[in-house]
């Protein structure tokens, strides 16, 4: 990784910000705004206004202290997600100007310099302490969160340090809205730290095509609202969307080809979003039994089981290992998901009856009393050991971890939650209570399904930032507080099950509003203090 410092995993302890009561009193007057450019990177956005632009806005002159005014008391800057702590001080702020640098402290933060100097039209200057009109980065001994960082304006120049390049990173990201539109950063320090640790996006690029640089475009925009991680959910039953050296013949017609996964992963990395991979089985698995159809479950009428493999059969294992091998050298990150649900063989009247051929297998691998939910616990499982060997921290629908029976889901296997409607689901407290570890999919809020079949709607802003918190994991009910710190975060989900009902524009205008209401619920654990009306308003004045 070219020698960058990463953030800490996922499961670290988490500090808590501790905002004083004055502090408390200013953010309460405050408005939430959001200012989203470009990035700037090689890659060019697909739409909106290159991040050259900004070169002639940094040509004015920036704010200098004048010994004979006096400076009213600094306002909390206006970013989303909104600072959790701001010392206000009295003094002009800062903001780009000619001649003005980008300094690092650590080459370590070279990647971040760079980045904010393209996109605020400043000089890269490399190591050195900022000067009046500069930027400094920097890296601190601080016991503090991975993703946590300060940022202080003062004597004309802004310093941002963090302990780890991922603070670091966020701490650009505030300037960078704060700044938007020839604004100034206000005079003062905010310290910042997200609430919960795991903040994400996941895309079903399996049942539609989504292009590279429509990725590589989502990935700049949720990098600017502070989210860390993108899924990509890349096989089912109608498609099968990374070029693959170990099975070709699995591959869709329209694909990324390994050179654009890479791509998206180096952006992503720069970005410290980590890129989270899903091979979803046993089931949805349709696009891989299209080339393997002697793999697919039939019962004993011979009907086939949309996208199930038949489990009894040896091969079926062996070919989803080889795909689950392979793209692990592919993905680097540290999540890796599983999938698991909807197992089609789960869903009739009497499994064993349909599928006597299953209800054998699973009695001979686990025992006389062994069922085939069993069976499929034991297919996760087998899965998951071939994960675990390329050190991975793995997830599964909940749908796919059954309650009692002989075989029990591995315990390091973390609950992605999303539904209360399938056959398997339980109570989210059930997972909870016996320890697990979970992440929020609530398909509630968070599910934007193309076409909206069945029951979905599309999910909207204002619900979540009005009605939803992590802990609202099924349905509209929250869980008791006492399991804050199981739920690690939540992800928002694009899931393409009628893919023809919306454009990419069309998705990306869509989830446009829901993510930024979501990364503020995650990033700040309190009540927002604007009204929808206002957050809104904001957010749209500065697109």
């Known amino acids: 990784m070219n020698g960058r410092r990463r953030k800490a995993p996922a499961s670290a302890d988490r500090k808590p910000l501790l905002v004083g009561a004055g502090v408390v009193a200013v953010l309460a007057g405050a408005a939430l705004t959001v200012g989203l450019w470009p990035s700037g990177d090689s890659g060019a956005p697909s739409t909106g206004r290159p991040s050259g632009e900004r070169s002639a806005a940094a040509s004015a002159d920036s704010p200098t202290p004048s010994p004979d005014r006096t400076y009213p008391l600094s306002k909390t800057p206006r970013t989303i997600p909104a600072v959790r702590d701001h010392t206000p001080a009295r003094g002009p702020g800062w903001r780009p100007a000619k001649g003005g640098r980008v300094l690092v402290g650590d080459g370590a933060l070279a990647d971040e310099g760079r980045l904010l100097a393209k996109e605020l039209g400043l000089a890269y200057a490399g190591r050195g302490e900022p000067r009046a009109g500069d930027v400094g980065l920097s890296l601190t001994d601080e016991d503090a969160n991975a993703e946590s960082y300060t940022l202080r304006v003062a004597d004309g120049r802004v310093r941002i340090s963090g302990t780890e390049e991922a603070g670091v990173f966020y701490g650009t990201r505030t300037l960078k809205q704060e700044v938007h539109g020839d604004a100034t950063a206000p005079e003062g320090v905010v310290r910042d730290s997200p609430a919960k640790p795991q903040r994400g ?15 590589e475009d989502r990935i700049r925009e949720l990098a600017d609202l502070k989210y860390n991680q993108l899924g990509l959910h890349f096989s089912d039953d109608q498609g099968f969307r990374i070029a693959s050296d170990s099975h070709p013949e699995v591959v869709s017609k329209e694909d990324l080809t390994k050179a654009e996964v890479r791509r998206i992963l180096a952006l992503a990395e720069s ?12 089931g949805h698995l349709g696009a891989v039994i ?15 089981s949309k996208g ?12 989803v290992d080889e795909l689950l ?7 680097p990150g540290p999540y890796w998901h599983l999938g698991a649900d909807e197992y089609q063989a789960l869903t009739v009247a009497n499994p064993a009856a349909s599928y006597p051929q299953l209800a054998s297998a699973a009695t001979k691998a686990y025992g006389s009393g062994a069922g085939i939910a069993d069976l499929a616990t034991g297919w996760l499982n087998d899965r998951a050991d071939t994960v675990r060997g390329h050190d991975r921290t793995m997830r599964a629908w909940n749908d796919g971890i059954f309650a009692g029976g002989t075989v029990q889901a591995d315990k390091d296997i973390q609950v992605a939650y999303w539904t209360g409607k399938e056959i398997g689901a339980r109570q989210p407290t059930e997972y909870l209570r016996s320890g697990r570890e979970l992440l929020n999919y609530n398909d509630e809020y968070l599910y934007y399904v193309l076409g909206q079949p069945n029951t979905f709607v599309y999910p909207t802003g204002q619900r979540i930032y009005e009605q939803w918190t992590p802990l609202v994991v099924r349905g509209t009910s929250p869980v008791s507080e006492e399991y804050d710190d199981q739920i690690l975060g939540a992800s928002f989900a694009v899931w393409c099950d009628l893919s023809g009902s919306q454009t990419e524009a069309q998705v990306a205008a869509g989830i446009r509003l829901p993510l930024r209401a979501l990364t503020q619920k995650l990033w700040d654990p309190r009540k927002p203090v604007s009204s929808w009306a206002d957050f809104k308003t904001l957010a749209g004045k500065l697109d």
């Open 271 to 282: 970005r410290h979003i980590d890129v989270v991979p899903e091979i979803d089985s046993p």
């Open 308 to 319: 199930a493999l038949d489990l009894s059969k040896p091969a079926a294992g062996k070919i």
């Open 201 to 215: 996006f996941m895309l079903d690029i399996a049942r539609k095509h989504f292009t590279a640089a429509w990725i």
């Open 290 to 304: 299209a080339a393997h159809p002697d793999l697919q479950l039939r019962n004993t009428a011979g009907v086939a």
């Open 325 to 331: 091998n392979e793209y692990a050298d592919l993905f």
